[in-house]
């Protein structure tokens, strides 16, 4: 069956600092792989996704994120957060029964 | 419409009452989908549609659950004899889908309706 596991329920980093949200997954096949953002009152916003190709994807507002299928990751990446990236964050995987981890709560520091 | 809408935003019953909860996909979306989520948890899949066709409703937790879209547009999320344990943010979402994607399709969500059961 496929699931997805995010370690850190909450991260805090300094503004202007890097950022790695951790991703694992199960799934039997080549995965499809998704990142969404929620703000506090907001829906679910599509962040990136993987269907196959290039293991490095790009997202909007500067995240990224690399598929490792030999460690079954695919965490998300920015090079330096900014206070309005504070939100959770969901990984997902699947197709149309897609599968959502519990998310990370990003905490952005002045 | 520009985005996926549900209405309403909130709804408050009473334990044992039914309610219905309407999903507008975006326009010319195939497939639809509903998740609920829990406070502090990621959505958690309940069904999904192809058009009018009902495709998979193993995440449906009980026969109180019902979904229908019978002209393959709006959608309705039906929970009857509600309970306490219901209550959560209930999420639609569509996506351009149909048979030829083989699922590498991007779900667009809606903003939720937030199920209150006293």
């Known amino acids: 069956a496929q699931s997805v596991t995010q370690p850190d329920i909450h991260i805090t980093v300094s503004e202007g600092a890097s950022l790695e949200l951790r991703c694992n997954y199960s799934?039997?096949?080549?995965?499809?792989l998704f990142w969404y953002v929620q703000s506090p009152g907001q829906g679910l916003q599509l962040l990136l996704k993987y269907f196959s190709g290039d293991t490095l994807v790009q997202g909007i507002k500067g995240f990224e994120a690399e598929f490792k299928r030999s460690q079954s990751s695919f965490n998300l990446r920015k090079p330096s957060v900014h206070w309005s990236d504070a939100a959770e964050y969901f990984c997902?995987?699947?197709?149309?029964?897609?599968?959502f981890g519990a998310g990370t709560r990003l905490t952005v520091k002045p | 419409g520009a985005g996926v809408s549900q209405s309403p935003r909130y709804k408050v019953t009473k334990r044992g009452q039914d309610v219905a909860l309407r999903c507008d996909p975006i326009s010319g979306h195939v497939s639809l989908y509903w998740y609920r989520q829990a406070l502090g948890q990621g959505p958690e899949f309940l069904t999904y549609?192809?058009?009018?066709?009902?495709q998979d409703k193993s995440g449906l937790p009980n026969d109180r659950f019902s979904a229908e879209r019978p002209e393959g547009s709006i959608s309705t999320l039906t929970i009857q004899r509600t309970e306490q344990r219901d209550s959560a943010m209930y999420r639609c979402?569509?996506?351009?889908?149909?048979w030829g994607t083989g699922g590498a399709d991007t779900q667009y969500f809606g903003p939720g309706t937030r199920l209150t059961v006293l």
């Open positions: 549609f192809n058009y009018e066709a009902q």
């Open positions: 799934y039997g096949a080549t995965p499809y």
């Open positions: 979402a569509s996506s351009l889908g149909g």
């Open positions: 997902a995987v699947g197709n149309n029964d897609m599968r």
